[in-house]
């Protein structure tokens, strides 16, 4: 299993940051690799520092961590994104991973032009992922799409470590799954609760023919009691008004997992029982408004059995959504806890 960590934002709506933009990501890399995780999510939006200029920094204060890129096609022509990520091997000697992404908010991408429809949008990205898999391997690309077109091109200098570079793709609507199974090396999903997630996504992925890798987008709060952690999540992600009016327009996002998230969330019970262990599922942190992704709260034990299910069903990516430096080695040892139940020895 493969850790991910993410870089932090540059700016915060939400607190006040004491340092720049440049150290947090340089301490949050560094400590990442410390923790022996394998690679770092560099997000991309319109409001958010360009991830290339970011993973190339990323290059220079790492000695071997993996930057895994979003990328989205109306944004970066495949043989741009192909030509960066070779001169990244040919500068740091290792390969990037891709996470394409369509782009979840339509006001955004009529700013810059982009008005195709949401499947259209996937149709586009399976033809951006097979040019771009096939400048990765060294061919030469002849076609001519409904959106891109090369006539006998292929990437030089091709660096051979661009061979172990993989496409991660992320959603959960049909259209996006349907592209996932032809192009992903990677498919990644927000999980819902392992019952549901079992049964609405990863069956039916497998049963139409995936045989790709899984990867998981989710926060990990652990703590040595259960009570410290809870408490943690209650500071960092606190219920407000504005957080779940945000979450309620959600669930008619035409973004599928955002939309299935947020539905999940506002049936979610704030306030347990009295006496009741709450669940370490928990979508507390997206119904704040503070973050994108389902969180496992709890002591290690807790949070660790709950990954190994997940873990026993063949997800081997785990992309981290955000989290403190202090917090490193508390998910590191939730992990332990949940190869320790899966049978799986320590990397």
Known sequence: MQLYSVTPESTSEHQVLAQDFLTRVRETATACE???????????????????????????????????????????????????????????????????????????????????????????????????????????????????????????????????????????????????????????????????????????????????EIGIRIGILAKPVAEEAWATAGKRFPESWQGRQETLLKTVSQNAWSRQMAVHAVAEEPERPPGSAPDPYWLGAFRSGRASAPFLVGDYEEVGARLADYLRAGVGHVLLNGSYEDDYEDINAAVRAARRETGTPES
């Open 34 to 212: 410390r923790a022996g995780w394998g690679g770092i999510l560099v997000p991309h939006n319109l409001h958010e520092v360009d991830p290339w200029l970011v993973a190339g920094y990323l290059g220079s204060v790492t000695g071997g961590l993996v930057p895994l890129i979003a990328v989205q096609p109306s944004s970066v022509p495949p043989h741009t994104a192909a030509a960066m990520a070779a001169a990244y091997a040919a500068l740091y000697g290792r390969p990037v991973h891709f996470n394409l992404v369509a782009g979840a908010r339509d006001d955004e991408l009529r700013r810059t032009g982009d008005h195709l429809t949401h499947d259209e949008r996937y149709e586009r990205m399976r033809e951006y992922g097979r040019v771009l898999r096939a400048l990765l391997h060294g061919e030469e690309v002849d076609t001519r799409g409904t959106y891109y077109a090369f006539e006998r091109f292929s990437l030089e200098p091709r660096p051979e470590v661009l061979s172990r570079c993989k496409l991660f793709v992320a959603g959960s609507s049909p259209a996006s799954l349907g592209v996932a199974r032809e192009i992903a090396d990677v498919v990644v999903t927000h999980p819902a609760r392992f019952p549901e997630w079992e049964e609405t996504f990863l069956e039916p992925l497998l049963a139409d023919g995936y045989t790709g």
